[in-house]
């Protein structure tokens, strides 16, 4: 089983702040999925195949990374970008998911 | 538009059954793999099961494998999970999602309470 491991835990950004998630895997995969997930919702399909920002999402968001190593990036943050931020490989099964980063406004 | 909408979530007794449905809608249903993936309270993600087109692969995680059930129904558009022998370490709310690695759609979610 690929074991992902999500850092930091918890955060605090500004307004304005450039924020990185991180993320990374017992083993090497090929793509990294990022959801977002606000409390009370489902999740949601925020970045696939690594970089790719799926239909709706502001693109002050980015994905990037390879290997083991991967990360979110927000530009510039925003208010509605509070949420928690769960990566997920699908290389095989089991899928695993990252423990999530819980983002908050300062 | 998608939808995917489960249903048949509830408060059930240690060791008892129960069967999740998912009604999918808005895409071709049998041009995409299928999962559950569920959250206990306050809790992260965790996926349970998926199931190929037809139905004919399925896969599980380590702690259900034995007690949970994925299948489907292509005609109908529907998903579904049995889930037997119940335990309190499955309440969660259970999702369904398309799977293609990526896990693009996602339903509201039932929540499953396992407890006396």
């Known amino acids: 089983e690929i074991v992902l491991t999500q850092s930091p835990t918890t955060m605090a950004a500004s307004p304005g702040e450039k924020v990185t998630l991180t993320c990374r895997a017992s083993s090497s995969v090929s793509y990294m999925y990022w959801y977002q997930q606000k409390s009370g919702t489902s999740p949601k399909l925020w970045i696939y195949?690594?970089?790719k920002l799926a239909s709706g999402v502001p693109n002050r968001f980015s994905g990037s990374g390879s290997g083991t190593s991967y990360s979110l990036t927000i530009s510039s943050m925003e208010t509605e970008d509070t949420a928690t931020y769960y990566c997920?490989?699908?290389?095989?099964?089991?899928?695993?998911f990252g423990a999530g980063t819980k983002l908050e406004l300062k | 538009e998608v939808q995917l909408v489960e249903s048949g979530g509830g408060l059930v007794q240690p060791g008892r059954s129960l069967k999740l449905s998912c009604a999918a809608s808005?895409?071709?249903?049998?041009?995409?793999?299928m999962a559950w993936v569920r959250q206990a309270p306050t809790k992260g993600l965790e996926w349970v099961a998926s199931i190929s087109y037809d139905g004919g692969s399925t896969y599980y995680r380590d702690s259900v494998k034995g007690r949970f059930t994925i299948s489907r129904d292509n005609a109908k558009s529907s998903l579904y999970l049995q889930m037997d022998s119940l335990r309190s370490e499955d309440t969660a709310t259970y999702y369904c999602?398309?799977?293609?690695?990526?896990?693009?759609?996602w339903g509201q979610g039932t929540l499953v309470t396992v407890s006396s």
């Open positions: 999602t398309t799977d293609l690695s990526t896990l693009a759609y």
């Open positions: 195949d690594t970089s």
């Open positions: 997920q490989q699908g290389r095989s099964y089991p899928y695993t």
């Open positions: 808005g895409f071709t249903f049998s041009d995409y793999y």
